[in-house]
Structure formats: structure tokens, C-alpha cells
């Protein structure tokens, strides 16, 4: 079975890493999958879904704290701004 970014769960350090692979492979397969393709862009949408990121755990009541720094925080970051817009 063929794992997406948006299926795997960043738990440490090591699985976050798995996750950058897992990115890098589906911008390199399949790039109409994002949004924000070229680093300024990517760049940009880290920094504002960053901004964002409580309102989607409140919106999905995952009862996160996204001022608590966590590995999978990290990641939530990044996968949601592949397609931040």
C-alpha cells in the first residue's frame, strides 16, 4: 500500500523525516497534488498556516495546542501548506 503525506502519522523525530521523504516523492510524482509548488510559495504558506493552524484543531476539535511544540505539529504545518491557499 502506497502511503501519502496526508495518511502518515508523525509521532518523533525519526517519522518526521519519513514524512520530508514522503513529500518529496508526491511533489516529484504528482505536483498539480500542490498548491504550492516553488519554495517562495511553500515558504510563504508555512508561515501563514503556521498563523492558522489552531483554528483547523479547533475546527476539528482535535484538542491540540498548537503553541506546544510537537514533531507532528511540525508536520501538520507542512502537509497543510501544500495546499494552503
Known sequence: MHTTPDQFEVTDRQ????????????????PDLWENKTLPDFLAA??????????????????????????STFADILKGARVYE
Open 15 to 30: 517519522s518526521f523525516i519519513t514524512l520530508l521523504e514522503l513529500m518529496q516523492q508526491e511533489l516529484a510524482a504528482d
Open 46 to 71: 508555512i508561515g501563514a498556516y503556521a498563523n492558522d493552524i489552531q483554528g483547523y484543531y479547533d475546527n476539528k476539535q482535535m484538542r491540540k495546542n498548537a503553541d506546544e511544540a510537537a514533531w
